[in-house]
């Protein structure tokens, strides 16, 4: 359906004029967004209210904004390691302290039409550990009925007392999810949430799969054939589908990725337009134009990507020729607030149908282990790890690590013995690649590096000087 997307376009090319600068992704912490909640406090528009306490004893607060009819519950990082929309949640309340001329009349448009509630961040306990789960080791999507956290039971208390008109349920979902089975990458997924496992469809839900329709069609506008549609198994345990249930329009998005965007700052300017969009498509009803049928038109997410799939590579132990399915793990280091990765060989086997964001085809070349250095002095330079690397050597065994952004390289310990790293599912992805009998590739936890250029060069868009 045709629409003027006239003032997105503004703000997409402009949007440094409302993002809030104080908050860098991939982390955020309880500290950062109570800073910025105490900015805010006291400026027009704008009454923020400590609503209660997390299980560790941090407050939970909700900003109310607009005196409009139509009530909207927005609520962030009920997932602690799932920091976007509470990034973006920031940038929208930015417009309504912006002096850009071009915001004025969007910024009164949704002051009379909307009362907004919002809970900017609901876990601060995992968000301080980059944790899904809050410290009881819950996850609050999955506490609806037992409500043994106090995170869930605010959340459950603020509905109850606000009675909104539509509620926005905000996360991040895995990178690696597929727009059906194309190997295009799921920036952004949508659900209107059942409320009962024939998965029926009354008002509200309808009203819900409209919006998200009209959302798609936006989407389609900036960033074509990203978008798609989240598993709609009906969940008695989660927050979605409860309030479903309770005759509300439930809608929850989902930021995905995109390869070049690793820390969702590009998705977090697209989901900022996104919550624009759809507020005025409600209070105009345009979402009203469309039907159950444009909802389910949108692809669904699907697990066929892989951070790094390696084609028709030779075993010569046993004697076959095969791929390789690298994913990354994520583990947040609390005293560096860095996350650090590690790559993880999950498949060996026929790939067909399934996609590497890094994908390349490896024939003719062979596989073998990668090999472990030990007897090294703390002081190694740039010059001996390169050449290292050169040697298919991943990994060197001392009591002092190397830190360096450019060399993807383990340490081990000095009480590993190992010599090498089985190219085996599960196990870490540390192997060279040969042709003609000799190193081409170096494969360092998932990092693909292409060791017979000068200067090294990472197919994973990674530069080794």
């Known amino acids: 359906m045709a629409q003027d997307f006239g003032l997105l376009e503004n703000l997409y090319h402009n949007f440094h004029h409302i993002k809030e600068r104080s908050l860098s992704l991939p982390f955020l912490r309880h500290e950062q967004v109570m800073r910025n909640l105490k900015g805010l406090q006291g400026t027009d528009h704008f009454t923020i209210t400590r609503i209660g306490y997390s299980y560790l004893n941090r407050d939970i607060c909700l900003v109310r904004l607009g005196t409009g009819p139509i009530k909207i519950f927005l609520w ?13 949640l920031f940038d929208f309340f930015n417009i309504f302290t912006s002096k850009q001329p071009y915001l004025s009349d969007l910024k009164h448009f949704l002051l009379n039409n909307f009362t907004f509630f919002v809970i900017p961040m609901l ?52 990178t690696l999810y597929s727009v059906g089975m194309s190997p295009q990458q799921v920036m952004f997924s949508f659900l209107a949430p059942p409320y009962d496992y024939g998965k029926s469809i009354n008002p509200n839900r309808l ?6 329709a009209a959302l798609k069609d936006m989407l389609e506008h900036f960033v074509p054939d990203h978008t798609a549609r989240y598993n709609d198994d009906f969940e008695p345990r989660a927050i979605g589908d409860y309030f479903q249930s309770k005759g509300v329009p439930t809608i929850l998005i989902e930021c995905g990725g995109l390869k070049t965007d690793p ?7 697209m989901h900022t337009l996104i919550l624009i969009h759809s507020f005025i498509s409600i209070a105009q009803h345009q979402y009203e134009e469309y039907t159950p049928d444009d909802y389910f038109t949108i692809p669904q997410n699907e697990k066929h990507l892989y951070d790094v799939v390696l084609r028709n590579v030779y075993f010569p132990d046993m004697h076959k020729m095969t791929d390789i399915g690298i994913n990354y793990n994520y583990q947040y280091d609390s005293v560096l607030q860095k996350l650090n990765r590690s790559g993880i060989i999950e498949e060996i086997g026929d790939l067909t149908g399934y996609y590497g964001l890094t994908d390349m085809n490896a024939e003719g070349m062979t596989v073998i282990p990668g090999k472990v250095r030990g007897g090294l002095s703390p002081e190694i330079d740039t010059v001996k790890l390169q050449n290292m690397i050169k040697d298919g050597y991943c990994a060197w065994i001392a009591n002092t690590k190397i830190s360096s952004e450019e060399f993807p390289f383990i340490t081990l310990d000095t009480e590993n013995l190992q010599k090498s790293f089985p190219v085996e599912r599960n196990k870490r992805a540390c192997f060279t690649l040969l042709y003609k009998d000799k190193p081409h590739y170096n494969v360092i936890d998932g990092i693909l590096i292409n060791i017979s250029a000068i200067p090294f060069r990472c197919a994973n868009n990674i530069a080794i000087n």
């Open 76 to 88: 962030s990082q009920m997932h602690g390691d799932e920091p976007t929309a509470t990034a973006s």
């Open 123 to 174: 876990n601060p306990d995992g968000a301080e550990n980059f944790n899904r789960r809050n410290a009881q080791d819950i996850d609050l999507n999955r506490d609806v009925i037992k409500n043994n956290t106090p995170e869930t039971r605010l959340l459950i208390e603020c509905f109850k007392t606000i009675k909104p008109d539509f509620c926005y349920n905000l996360h991040d979902q895995s």
């Open 207 to 212: 009203q819900a799969m409209k919006v998200i």
């Open 263 to 269: 820390n969702k700052e590009y998705i977090r300017r």
